[in-house]
């Protein structure tokens, strides 16, 4: 058996959905764009790995920084990452066989684009990553 209402305690049920159902959403919406983010940094650790395996198969220098550049810009664009600034460092110091090769990317992502609330700003992801020199890629004669 339930205890009837009284009178000044009718609605407020529905005032209090009314009052927390924005903070729940606004919460919804921080906890995707807080994932969002942290798939976007885990692009740019993508992009490194992938620039510096595409710079250890190349055949000199200066094909392993093109190639770093190309295949880092290739993931975070199939990753629907718009990079504002885009750097990708190429240290070709071991690029011997049985060296290795090592990408530093960066890129200027907006958070507008990373999250769905319209957030101002912009974060900068870095991604890092070393690869050996593959032994068996040929030499330019």
Request: hydrophobic share 45%.
């Amino acid at each position: 058996m339930t205890a009837p209402r009284r009178p000044h305690e009718q609605g407020s049920a529905t005032l209090e959905v009314a009052i927390v159902t924005p903070a729940l959403l606004l919460f919804m919406l921080l906890v995707v764009f807080g994932g969002r983010l942290a798939l976007a940094h885990g692009e740019a650790d993508s992009a490194a790995r992938d620039a510096a395996r595409a710079a250890s198969i190349a055949r000199s220098p200066g094909a392993a920084t093109g190639n770093a550049r190309q295949a880092a810009a290739a993931t975070l664009t199939n990753a629907g990452i718009s990079c504002r600034g885009f750097a990708v460092a190429t240290d070709t110091s071991g690029f011997q066989p049985g060296g290795a090769v090592t990408v530093e990317v960066a890129c200027t992502a907006a958070l507008s684009d990373l999250g769905l609330l319209g957030v101002p700003g912009s974060q900068t992801l870095h991604g890092r990553y070393t690869a050996p020199v593959d032994r068996f890629r040929g030499v330019l004669q």
